[in-house]
């Protein structure tokens, strides 16, 4: 009979567990790390930013859409439609509050000196 792995797990902080599974979601962190990083980004610069089909962009992007966190404003360039998206107030501390739920979950489990 196989002996049982022992693992010594971290007790976490409260606060690092409770991540936001909306921003967690890998595509929907690139798109808000994505328009941290500046100010705006058009539709096929997320698209090519983070290498995705337009399906795709387009159901992460309404979720955040739908949860407040960023804006989408739809305009013509010349006969082209255009999309062009940006991180609400709302998305930046929502982000914001991610990273320091991230940051918190790292120091949690790094080594303890002795």
Do not use: W
């Amino acid at each position: 009979m196989a002996a049982k792995a022992h693992l010594d797990l971290v007790p976490l902080p409260q606060k690092a567990v409770n991540l936001d599974q909306l921003i967690h979601e890998r595509v929907r962190l690139g798109i808000v790390s994505a328009l941290a990083a500046t100010k705006k980004l058009s539709f096929g610069e997320l698209k090519e930013i983070l290498n995705l089909t337009d399906g795709n962009l387009s159901i992460h992007a309404r979720k955040l859409e739908d949860a407040g966190y960023v804006t989408c404003r739809k305009y013509f360039l010349g006969r082209r439609p255009q999309s062009e998206y940006e991180l609400t107030a709302t998305g930046k501390k929502a982000f914001e509050k991610y990273v320091n739920h991230m940051e918190a979950l790292i120091q949690a489990m790094k080594p303890k000196e002795k």
